[in-house]
T-cell receptor, first 112, second 114 residues
Framework: EDQVTQSPEALRLQEGESSSLNCSYTVSGLRGLFWYRQDPGKGPEFLFTLYSAGEEKEKERLKATLTKKESFLHITAPKPEDSATYLCAVLYNAGNNRKLIWGLGTSLGVNP | GAVVSQHPSRVICKSGTSVKIECRSLDFQATTMFWYRQFPKQSLMLMATSNEGSKATYEQGVEKDKFLINHASLTLSTLTVTSAHPEDSSFYIC??????????FGSGTRLTVV
């Protein structure tokens, strides 16, 4: 079954304590993996798109990596303003169509 | 760039009434708009895909007569929740594809049916 699983479900860090969020997927015909940040009561905000295994992208304290079965979102020296839910989504070929499926997200809290 | 403006951000309505949610693409043309609903602590659930000038495609289990979608222009898509009931209370979000930048989302609409 095509699935996207994010872990952990929730994570609380101290300011400056680096960590990683995981997004594992079981789809074939991957066309792209997306990372988004969602603040409470807001729509998701685009962070990264990764297309192929081995690809890495960085933005400020965030770095996303991709393998053939999972992606990591590394957060280096997080700050309280990095607190949010981080969502992962996978776009893949499904027959003659493309499908996008979402993980449940990781709720990140960063203590000052 | 690539902003999707969604209104209203919050709406409270009485059971049995209809509510319209608008999503406008401000600086680009959105030939496709995705409509999602999201329950607390749950992922985005795709409800339907609207394409400018044609009928929307609804996901399995989504009542098309209850959730009316219109995409009459390249910059405006609307979702109307008809005869709303408390179980329709949710967070509704629209999204337009943006190629290399994934998908641009509206800011969401919190619907509460009382």
């Amino acid at each position: 079954e095509d699935q996207v699983t994010q872990s952990p479900e929730a994570l609380r860090l101290q300011e400056g304590e680096s960590s990683s969020l995981n997004c594992s997927y079981t789809v074939s015909g991957l066309r792209g993996l997306f990372w988004y940040r969602q603040d409470p009561g807001k729509g998701p905000e685009f962070l990264f798109t990764l297309y192929s295994a081995g690809e890495e992208k960085e933005k400020e304290r965030l770095k996303a990596t991709l393998t053939k079965k999972e992606s990591f979102l590394h957060i280096t020296a997080p700050k309280p303003e990095d607190s949010a839910t981080y969502l992962c989504a996978v776009l893949y070929n499904a027959g003659n169509n493309r499908k996008l499926i979402w993980g449940l997200g990781t709720s990140l809290g960063v203590n000052p | 760039g690539a902003v999707v403006s969604q209104h209203p951000s919050r709406v409270i309505c009485k059971s049995g009434t209809s509510v319209k949610i608008e999503c406008r693409s401000l600086d680009f043309q959105a030939t496709t708009m995705f409509w999602y609903r999201q329950f607390p602590k749950q992922s985005l659930m795709l409800m339907a895909t609207s394409n400018e000038g044609s009928k929307a495609t609804y996901e399995q289990g989504v009542e098309k007569d209850k959730f009316l979608i219109n995409h009459a222009s390249l910059t405006l898509s609307t979702l109307t929740v008809t005869s709303a009931h408390p179980e329709d209370s949710s967070f509704y979000i629209c999204s337009a594809p943006r190629g290399l930048y994934g998908y641009t989302f509206g800011s969401g609409t919190r619907l509460t049916v009382v």
